[in-house]
């Protein structure tokens, strides 16, 4: 009798734990966040992923009453930061703001990825895509991508290139531009993007791929022109240059990205919370016009959304490369 009556208050205590264990689960999905988020940038201050970064992240703390901690984490192209987030608590307290170049290229240029992007990361809010164009010095003799391809085509290997770097967005955009129009442009690398434009501007070499607000101050100084962006539509930023698609050149709609990602095995209810602050943030007016400002345009896609973009986009860039014949090191 005293065993059975043990028996019972056992399993009474297992059921209220397991009942208290549930509720806690729930209260903390409906809490969060309840302690500060901490947001990984994989470049040093100052540089395209700081500015969506900290317009989200003060509308983020207004919002919730929890801070959303900026971790600035360069290095390794990017790798460094996330490899920490792949490798978090998978609790929605550690997140990356990521792009291109850690997430759909470097698996194709990479020969030892630290963490693999697609299965060990998982997409939360798309925030912005900042469109390429491509660039000339004004005195370049060619106005057109039409005028730029015949000449390239008479002269093969011979007309200059610069790249902010060896296997960044703007040496991929290059090698995309090459395959899509058949010619053959020689690539200058250069360590930085600050250092590449010093020289399109000064004529040393004549074509770079960069954003409207890269280019800017030698826009301003009339010192660089915009030939095409490379987008399926005008970009807003400069509204009365081409798309390479309604030049006739299709397959280069190829933006800078970037959003928000998490560690695989975060509860679906914590991703849907951050998207959810997120999308309000990225709806605000004054959010809106500080990314205006630097040429990118919002798009606040959700996880699925998001995930099949980046799908595609690791495709196409690893088909890029494979062509290209690009490896990297490490």
Not at 19 to 40: E, K, N, S
Not at 93 to 109: E, F, K, V
Not at 263 to 280: D, M, V, W
Request: glycine share 10%.
């Amino acid at each position: 009798m005293q065993t059975a009556r043990r028996l019972i208050a056992f399993c009474i205590g297992v059921a209220s734990a397991a009942m208290c264990a549930l509720a806690g689960a729930a209260a903390t999905d409906v809490a969060f966040p309840a302690r500060p988020v901490r947001m990984l940038i994989p470049y040093p201050p100052g540089g395209g992923l700081d500015l969506p970064g900290r317009a989200v992240g003060e509308k983020f703390a207004q919002q919730t009453g929890r801070q959303l901690v900026i971790d600035n984490r360069g290095g390794a192209g990017g790798l460094i930061a996330g490899e920490i987030v792949a490798k978090a608590n998978p609790d929605g307290y550690t997140i990356i703001l990521a792009s291109n170049g850690q997430i759909s290229i470097a698996p194709a240029l990479v020969s030892k990825m630290p963490y693999d992007p697609l299965r060990d990361l998982v997409p939360v809010t798309h925030f912005v895509d900042t469109p390429m164009f491509l660039f000339a010095n004004t005195a370049f003799p060619a106005k057109t991508v039409k005028d730029l391809i015949e000449r390239a085509k008479a002269n093969p290997g011979k007309i200059g290139i610069a790249l902010s770097g060896v296997g960044g967005v703007s040496h991929l955009m290059m090698e995309l531009f090459r395959q899509q129009a058949g010619i053959n442009l020689l690539g200058v690398p250069y360590k930085g993007a600050g250092a590449a434009m010093v020289d399109v501007a000064s004529g040393e070499v004549p074509l770079i791929f960069t954003t409207a607000s890269s280019a800017k101050p030698l826009l301003d100084s009339n010192r660089v022109r915009p030939i095409a962006v490379a987008s399926k539509k005008r970009s807003p930023a400069l509204p009365n240059i081409p798309s390479f698609e309604e030049l006739g050149l299709g397959g280069m709609d190829a933006p800078l990205w970037i959003g928000t990602m998490v560690p695989k095995g975060t509860p679906p209810a914590i991703i849907a919370k951050l998207h959810a602050e997120f999308a309000k943030a990225l709806a605000s007016k004054d959010v809106q016009d500080r990314l205006a400002a630097q040429s990118a345009e919002v798009v606040a896609a959700g996880s699925k959304e998001f995930g099949a973009m980046i799908q595609r986009d690791t495709q196409r860039w690893g088909k890029v490369v494979k062509t290209a014949g690009i490896k990297i090191e490490n």
